[in-house]
T-cell receptor, first 114, second 111 residues
């Protein structure tokens, strides 16, 4: 039981490049989330999926897209990376449907955009 | 929207002493308040949570208190140990089911 698995752990991009961050959970959770963590700003919600087949914007969605591929997998895509997207990205899941409680987090992806 | 403020941003204590981290929130409809611990290079992990119908909750060396009237809640860690060193985040869940995090407290326990 691995919990929430994120890949890659580290990534360096040039401005304008695209990439997809992958996330998978093996806990049969309904809800999945993408957060970004910046120094002095805590965790901010980018997008979430309350259940398979649904996605919704969070607090800071601009510049990102998401796909809930199935119940296990929730990916985050940067179509044209910008230096402002340099951050640590965390995927999370919880058992409730859009419950936002008792989140389980992955170990993060450190992204640098040059 | 909700505004969660967390203090202090850094905290150093001697091993065995107590540590207290405080958070305030602005949305009176917020009803669920979790605390997460983040160790270096890892994702945040839930350590304790409290709902708005409870004033205090305790789990071994950690406790959380909630004052709904003043809209603040606190994390208390007693008999601190070096493994308690980490960044701690508070959060508040609004009535609209949005979770907002504080900016974090870096706790260092000095052996």
């Amino acid at each position: 039981n691995a919990g929430v698995t994120q890949t890659p752990k580290f990534q360096v991009l040039k401005t304008g490049q695209s990439m997809t961050l992958q996330c998978a959970q093996d806990m049969n959770h309904n809800s999945m989330y993408w957060y970004r963590q910046d120094p002095g700003m805590g965790l901010r919600l980018i997008y979430y999926s309350a259940s398979e087949g649904t996605t919704d914007k969070g607090e800071v969605p601009n510049g990102y897209n998401v796909s809930r591929l199935n119940k296990r997998e929730f990916s985050l895509r940067l179509e044209s990376a910008a230096p402002s997207q340099t951050s640590v990205y965390f995927c999370a899941s919880c058992s409730g449907t859009g419950a936002n409680e008792k989140l389980f987090f992955g170990s993060g992806t450190q992204l640098s955009v040059l | 929207g909700e505004n969660v403020e967390q203090h202090p941003s850094t905290l150093s204590v001697q091993e065995g002493d107590s540590a207290v981290i405080k958070c305030t929130y602005s949305d009176s409809a917020s009803n669920y308040f979790p605390w997460y611990k983040q160790e270096l290079g890892k994702g945040p992990q839930l350590i304790i949570d409290i709902r708005s119908n409870v004033g205090e909750k305790k789990d071994q060396r950690i406790a959380v208190t909630l004052n709904k009237t003043a809209k603040h809640f606190s994390l208390h860690i007693t008999e601190t140990q070096p493994e308690d060193s980490a960044v701690y985040f508070c959060a508040a869940l609004t009535g609209a089911n949005n979770l907002f995090f504080g900016t974090g407290t870096r706790l260092t326990v000095i052996p």
